[in-house]
């Protein structure tokens, strides 16, 4: 069953078209790489699959519902989550208040000057267990501001995961970390996301290779492959796509 459909999804800036009919299929479950060439139109199909952008043409369904156009905090509700090539913490707040935002968010809580959070223990409970599986327990009060690169991301996938998705895109998740980073931001990802669907937009082809389930390949606004990691390392358009490029290399190991 696939828990996400895009249909002949089209976008443009103008005029400048940048999405080409995408058909994109995630079934349930699965870890899911969206790669491609710099300009190929993987963050604006993020954008137009979770609300920031309304496609030109083309349709998006969301467990066999139509969503197009849904604005994001509609599509949270429904059990989607999304985190940005850029952090895009609330720097000013804490970790634990970035956490816990979300979870509130989760259980449909507004946050008011008539509502206690600091009262509501099984929030605060949850908001810990959180902290803890990311390894972030100890800097749950310094601000999100002051928090490493690393652990900045890993505060950022911890609160798309906070809400307790069924389906989570992640955007360049891995992007500007160190290689030790890099590994605990995988092996985090892996902790997080047990039995639920992912899809990720991601250079490192090393860690596309060693997460994703099947690949699909972007370029220039369309889709030129998708299939399991060896099938798209063995196909040749996908790596004429990529002639040239350093990435090219990952393909040949």
């Known amino acids: ?80 989550g999304r985190s940005f090539q850029i952090t895009s913490t609330f720097k000013n707040l804490t970790a634990f208040q970035n956490i816990r935002l979300a979870i509130l968010s989760k259980n449909g809580i507004r946050f008011n000057i008539f509502n206690r959070v600091d009262k509501m223990h099984k929030i605060t409970e949850e908001t810990h267990e959180m902290l803890k599986r990311v390894n972030l327990y100890d800097d749950r009060d310094k601000p999100a501001s002051a928090l490493s690169y690393g652990k900045s991301r890993a505060l950022e996938i911890c609160t798309a995961m906070a809400t307790d998705p069924d389906l989570v895109l992640l955007d360049e998740f891995a992007a500007g970390m160190s290689r030790p980073e890099m590994l605990a931001a995988v092996a985090l990802l892996r902790n997080l996301t047990e039995g639920k669907t992912v899809v990720i937009i991601e250079h490192d082809m090393d860690v596309v290779f060693s997460l994703a389930d099947r690949i699909t390949v972007l370029h220039y606004g369309k889709i030129l492959a998708t299939g399991k ?25």
Do not use: C, W
């Open 229 to 253: 990691p060896e099938e798209i390392r063995q196909n040749k358009d996908v790596k004429t796509a990529y002639l040239g490029n350093q990435v090219l290399k990952a393909f040949q190991r």
């Open 1 to 80: 069953m696939n828990i996400l459909e895009t249909k002949e999804l089209q976008h443009s800036f103008g005029q400048l078209k940048v999405l080409f009919g995408v058909n994109l299929q995630i079934a349930e479950g699965e870890r899911h790489a969206v790669i491609g060439p710099n300009g190929a139109g993987k963050t604006t199909l993020f954008n137009t699959i979770t609300g920031t952008y309304v496609p030109t043409a083309g349709r998006v369904f969301f467990k066999g519902k139509d969503i197009t156009g849904f604005p994001p905090h509609k599509l949270v509700r429904l059990g989607m």
